[in-house]
């Protein structure tokens, strides 16, 4: 771990509830580091929010990006539990692997999954993992419904070309996710991993705003071009509307 990031974990964990109010002396001696590293690394943690200065004694505690994050973490709990039971019935229909993703960042990351029974042996696990924007079905799905400023900024990141089929000019993916926009799915045909399918659909909150996407995935030889168009395109959008009903979105829209 780098030591300055190491450092900053330390310091937060400083905080407790019999001291929830440290001052930069206080938390020199606590974290046995000079009074000048102490200062800059609040300058950084303040400028994120994560923590604040009291005036009335110029103390530091824990900041409100903290329960920010917190309630993200909340949030990704709360949609599993709801989506749990669609992404199993998903994956039984399809007999294929189903993923529940979220955008982090710049990238899009799997929060939970459903392999089919009889496939579980021969499977990775996705949970946890972190796939890129561009080159995943559900990445796509997660930045062609942002708002115009915010897929400005995503488009603006380097796109690394995993396989021959990764998109990786900003012109043409944008083309590709107004196209999302349309279809209400989105397709990776070997552009991740060669061999490789997928298609997803995006889940929407109450507030009309995409959160999450749900996906199914499978080899190429099972999971074709023709049958994600045909047949699977169409459950993955009926079950990631279904999820989006669940947690609060408007049935007639």
Known sequence: MIASVKRAIDLLHCF???????????????????????????????SERLVSVNPENGKYRLGMGLIELSGYVVLHSYLREIARPY???????????????????????????????????FSFGWVGRRTPLHASSTGKVLIAFLPEDQLNRVLQIPMQKHTHKTITDPEKLLRELKNIQKLGYACGLEELEIGLNAVAAPIFNHNQDVIASVSVTGPTSRLTKEKIIIEISNLVRNFALNISHAIGYPIHV
């Open 87 to 121: 992404l199993r019935q998903l994956s039984k229909k399809t007999k294929e692997t189903v993923n529940l993703a979220v955008l982090e960042q710049d990238a899009a990351i799997n929060i939970e999954q459903v392999v089919p029974y009889d496939r579980r042996l």
């Open 16 to 46: 407790t509830k019999e001291n929830s109010e440290l001052s930069v002396s206080e938390l020199s001696v606590l974290l046995s580091v000079h009074k000048s590293t102490v200062s800059r690394l609040l300058f950084t943690l303040a």
